[in-house]
């Protein structure tokens, strides 16, 4: 699955865009800045899920479901087990946002088009009730969440920063291994033709099911370190349908053209957020559906595009 | 020619809200044959194709292949073992370049387990797709996209796909309809002699009686979902009823 991964050129623009993204957040950029940049490669991973589901033209509308569910899990796994490991907050996140997605994927890989969309947030909002009304889990105030540890020892908000770097780069060459395989071109197949791949001899649901489960655990992951990096979780910003419009935002924002976009993408967003709210506080969200238009007016391939227009490696997607 | 009997269906049925499509369909088909299906719009043909291949679920009646009951089987289940099918329009991925789409293919027939998740361009399958487009020759089209192509060579590339999963049967669902009057020979002469080849059973679905004599060992004629003659070309192509009903 990973025979020459390190040699693709995907992988190698991508450890070389996240190390300079960490170098610039640990060293070089006032705090402010340097958490857009750790929020951005956080939520990023949970745009890389919606990203792979997209390119089989499933669009989730509650993947904040998965994002909620892996930092609540972190969370829940500090209150009544003591877990403070970064390692073991990432993994519980990840394992317990897999196993929803793994369950719930019976009954949503039956759907497409608007019917996956508004399932996928039904079974969001299901959870945003029942978080918000147990009493708990602190409720609509949510649960704190301690600093992260490493061996035994306080992480720190630089510490954190790297860890999210690693993962980030596990992640992308993972879903890099995960696209360029068989299974991963049935993604964009099953885009075109669900009968020629039930012909083929591939199970259509099956396949979508093994992608939906990706996409929830690199969901959870998203979910897991921003606990981490954030300290708190509630309903709000967690669970809330807003949130998974916010990803969904992103993805079409960054564009579907490489695995890279979803963190280009979502560390553009949280500069733009930052920037209006900043300077119209009464009308930040004015000024990010106004983005949103911009993009899908002059630049319909997302982000991405305006880097395939500029870069040499156009030609690589993946 | 082998005597095997490959596929048999006994009092087959098929009807959509009462309105029957298919009725009392008994065949007996022998490996190797190549067996063509004729009859006029709405005769019960494509939807005789779809019972076998599991696209439809018979309302009564059964399906043997190679002496199992495959009644109601699912499609991809019927490729696993052996039937496979074209359609009349062409069902490929149509934003792939023709390779993608036979690299796809092949590598599903190939691999199962975690060698799926291995990468799809090793150079034995490359080689190996490459083989076959020239095979079927649209090696010259490899890397354009699907959808700028001919509707001839997409029928050769939904063809080359339903075979590289080394099909025992393969239905072929009017491989030369939308496919120009210079295009069809050429076409009909790749394919079968491909089959003939590897010995595949071919049952194929057919509008053009020139491509119906000149190809198949039996014609089975269709007529308001009823087969009303099943016979060798020269004989069946001038029985009484297949003139009335069929050729008009």
Request: hydrophobic share 50%; aromatic share 12%; with cysteine.
């Amino acid at each position: 699955m990973f025979k020459g991964i390190l040699k693709e050129q995907t992988i190698q623009v991508g450890i070389g865009f996240v190390f300079i993204v960490v170098l610039l957040g640990t060293f070089i950029l006032p705090e402010w800045m340097s958490n857009n940049f750790m929020y951005g490669l956080s939520r990023g991973l949970a745009v890389l899920g919606l990203m792979i589901l997209w390119r089989t033209n499933l669009v989730s509308f509650g993947h904040a479901l998965y994002y909620g569910f892996g930092a609540y899990a972190v969370a829940i796994a500090q209150k009544y087990l003591g877990v403070t490991d970064v390692f073991l907050r990432i993994l519980i996140a990840i394992a317990a946002a897999g196993l929803l997605g793994f369950v719930l994927g019976f009954i949503l890989r039956r759907y497409r088009e608007i019917f996956f969309a508004m399932l996928s947030l039904a079974f969001s909002m299901v959870l945003y009730g029942l978080l918000a009304k147990a009493e708990f889990l602190g409720s609509t105030d949510g649960m704190s969440i301690s600093p992260s540890t490493m061996f035994g020892f306080e992480l720190g908000r630089f510490g954190l920063f790297y860890f999210i770097g690693f993962v980030v780069i596990l992640s992308l060459i993972f879903a890099h291994a995960y696209l360029r395989s068989s299974l991963g071109h049935l993604t964009t197949a099953i885009m075109d033709n669900e009968i020629r791949v039930e012909y083929l001899g591939y199970s259509v649901e099956k396949a979508i099911h093994i992608k939906y489960v990706i996409s929830a655990c690199l969901a959870g992951g998203a979910g897991g370190l921003m606990a981490a990096a954030l300290g708190q979780v509630d309903p709000d910003s967690m669970v809330l349908w807003s949130v998974s419009g916010e990803l969904v935002f992103v993805t079409i924002m960054a564009g579907l053209g490489n695995i890279l976009a979803p963190f280009v993408g979502a560390i553009f967003f949280e500069f733009i957020r930052t920037y209006a709210y900043e300077f119209a506080p009464q009308a930040w969200q004015m000024i990010i559906g106004g983005t949103l238009l911009a993009i899908i007016f002059f630049l319909p391939g997302g982000l991405w595009s305006l880097f395939q227009k500029i870069n040499p490696f156009k030609k690589e997607k993946k | 020619m082998a005597t095997t009997e490959i596929l048999k269906t006994t009092n087959l049925q098929k009807s959509f809200s009462g309105i029957i499509a298919a009725e009392d369909i008994n065949i007996s088909v022998k490996e190797g044959e190549i067996i063509g299906i004729i009859g006029a719009n709405g005769a019960g043909k494509t939807v005789f194709v779809n019972m076998i291949t599991g696209y439809l679920k018979p309302t009564s009646g059964s399906i043997e292949f190679n002496g199992k009951n495959i009644t109601g089987i699912k499609p991809r289940e019927a490729t696993h073992i052996g039937v496979c099918r074209s359609f009349q329009v062409s069902q490929v991925f149509m934003s792939m370049t023709v390779k993608q789409n036979l690299m796809i293919a092949m590598s599903l027939s190939k691999k199962s387990g975690s060698a799926l998740l291995d990468p799809i361009n090793d150079d034995i399958l490359s080689k190996e797709c490459d083989k076959i487009l020239k095979q079927y020759n649209i090696i010259k089209q490899k890397d354009l996209v699907v959808s700028t192509l001919s509707q001839g060579m997409r029928k050769l590339l939904d063809i080359a796909m339903a075979v590289v999963g080394n099909p025992k049967i393969l239905l072929l669902d009017e491989p030369t309809s939308g496919v120009s009057v210079e295009e069809k020979f050429g076409i009909m002469d790749i394919v079968i002699s491909a089959l003939k080849e590897s010995g595949t059973t071919v049952l194929f679905v057919e509008h053009d009686m020139e491509i119906v004599e000149r190809y198949v060992d039996r014609v089975m004629a269709f007529y308001q979902g009823q087969i009303i003659c099943d016979a060798p070309p020269k004989q069946a192509l001038k029985d009484k009823k297949v003139i009335q009903y069929v050729l008009g």
